[in-house]
């Protein structure tokens, strides 16, 4: 039924479980996953400290260092099952903006996803990646947690 699995992972716990069951649901529907990370540009501040100054290309080098990070620990468990693989990392200041377009990109069928199930104050201002994906895309989503 499903052929082709997008799982954005964002190299935490949850994404880790999230990916073992990817794999898992991928094995029993012979799939393939599409595994994406995304990394959010350099934040910008109107109000810097004078003290402070952060190297805004090292930032960049770092978290794309750390979203292949991401997609290698899924490569891995893909490559152990022996469930084709594809991994892709991204930039962009809108996560969910990426993953959507991404599995339009890759013809998935599914977006295979873990939410943190955060609430309150937290879901107000943190926002949540898990309820825009759902909210923008017309695939079916499994939400993990």
């Known amino acids: 039924m499903f052929k082709s699995i997008l799982l954005p992972t964002d190299g935490s716990s949850l994404s880790e479980k999230a990916a073992a069951t990817a794999v ?52 891995a468990l893909a490559q152990a099952a ?20 991404t599995a339009t990109k890759k013809n998935c069928d599914i977006i295979l996803m873990a939410s943190h199930g955060r609430t309150g104050l937290n879901k107000l201002f943190l926002g949540s990646e898990t309820q825009k994906v759902l909210a923008h895309t017309s695939l079916p989503v499994m939400v993990l947690r």
């Open 82 to 101: 022996n469930v084709p693989f594809e991994g892709v990392t991204a930039v962009s200041v809108s996560p969910y903006e990426e993953i959507v377009a």
């Open 24 to 75: 898992q649901f991928a094995q029993l529907n012979g799939a393939k996953i599409v595994a994406v990370s995304v990394v959010q540009p350099f934040p910008l501040s109107a109000f810097g400290d004078g003290g402070v100054v952060l190297d805004a290309g090292l930032y960049e080098q770092q978290m794309q260092e750390a979203a292949q990070k991401n997609i290698d620990k899924v490569a």
